[in-house]
């Protein structure tokens, strides 16, 4: 039986792909084999020896000790994508918000609820107050063209923009699946430059912490629009109240709302809404469970953050996963000491990323328990285990 903690209340889809003979899942497990999280804040938790991988539901995982895990060999997983479409129509209706001016007039229309029968002639006479121009024929400058970032932009070319991405780091994936009609930047600067709106859909790391600054909104046009659905911390918050203030740009919706934000005129604060549809709570919720079967029962990795992608088709029936740092000879130190041992591989992949690898061997003979004791002693290796043994 493995054991899944969950840490938030997560969506009936996912928890029903954990096949109950095989599975024990409930929010007080104490030594689960995974944990299976949404918001809920793992940083300076103690996480339990057992723990072998952990998933959140969802894409960031600024709530999970990436480093802490990765060290102990702890696979950390994301569900990029999962939420793609929810978060892509927020983002389409941020810019209609800032663009028409769409909240002061519901907010002053709902000011003049007791005038009464003067209601319809206040309307007419202020309704001037609250116009804005139309998306068809403006360009929309797209930051990251990941599965959300391509969907904007493809949406947005639809709907009549120019629409021009920059992402330096760009998936083969994400690269086919963008509309002919999107241009491509050649430096973020010069994307900033051109652009009437722009969307932010770009990780939060220390290279792209405070990417939007009072250098970068002095090289866009006065009025630009900035719509940030990803992470408060990709802009410069003093900067943006100056510049909102200053009448440098002339709104921001970000969906990650501070007390001076709120304050601002030319903030629109949406309360974390992105992912915020049954549909998106149930995709992220059963791509986070169908990846902790698949690592738990296979040992195979796929969207892991801290671990390489990894697949091998099971070629014998005894299966060894070890997780280790990447240096050389590795591979060399495993395969050594299950040939002294008479062990025979049928197959094996090695994967790294960075400073981190994993390994798949699946091997004709169980390995022996002194071969396993010292393949634990090898400097480097960070954690090992079988499935499939029998």
Request: aromatic content about 4%; some cysteine; charged content about 20%.
């Amino acid at each position: 039986m493995f054991r899944i903690r969950t840490m938030n209340k997560i969506s009936a889809p996912g928890l029903e792909l954990f096949p109950g003979d095989r599975y024990e899942v409930a929010a007080d497990l104490p030594n689960p084999d995974a944990i299976l999280v949404r918001s809920a804040d793992l940083r300076g938790a103690r996480l339990p020896d057992s723990v072998l991988a952990i998933a959140r539901a969802g894409a960031g995982v600024n709530n999970i000790p990436v480093g802490e895990c990765s060290g102990r060999g702890i696979v950390v997983f994301n569900t990029p994508g999962a939420n793609a479409n929810a978060v892509k129509e927020l983002a389409i209706a941020s810019m209609l918000l800032c663009s028409r001016n769409i909240v002061g007039g519901i907010n002053w229309a709902a000011s003049i609820a007791g005038e009464a029968g003067g209601v319809p002639e206040l309307v007419e006479r202020e309704k001037a107050r609250f116009g804005g121009p139309e998306l068809r024929g403006k360009t929309l400058g797209v930051v990251g063209l990941g599965a959300i970032g391509a969907m904007v932009a493809n949406d947005a070319a639809v709907l009549g923009m120019d629409v021009v991405g920059f992402d330096p780091f760009i998936s083969v994936d994400s690269a086919w699946s963008l509309s002919r009609a999107v241009a491509r930047a050649d430096s973020l600067d010069g994307l900033l430059a051109g652009a009437d709106y722009l969307t932010l859909h770009a990780p939060l790391c220390d290279d792209t912490k405070g990417l939007l600054n009072a250098e970068k909104f002095r090289l866009m046009r006065k009025g630009a629009r900035i719509v940030n659905l990803s992470r408060g911390g990709l802009v410069n918050e003093a900067d943006m109240i100056e510049a909102l203030n200053g009448g440098k740009l002339a709104a921001y919706v970000t969906d990650f709302p501070s007390a001076r934000l709120l304050a601002c005129k030319g903030a629109i604060c949406i309360p974390h809404l992105g992912a915020s549809t049954p549909e998106a709570e149930d995709n992220c919720a059963a791509m986070a469970a169908r990846q902790l079967v698949d690592f738990l029962e296979s040992g195979e990795i796929l969207n892991s953050v801290n671990y390489p992608p990894c697949r091998l088709e099971r070629r014998a029936p005894h299966r060894l996963l070890v997780t280790n740092r990447n240096v050389p000879n590795m591979v060399g130190q495993i395969t050594t000491l299950l040939a002294e041992a008479n062990v025979n591989i049928a197959d094996l992949i090695n994967r790294h990323l960075g400073g981190l690898a994993y390994n798949i061997i699946d091997t004709e003979q169980e390995i022996p328990e002194d071969v396993l004791g010292r393949l634990g002693q090898i400097d480097g290796v960070a954690r090992f285990r079988i499935v499939g043994k029998g």
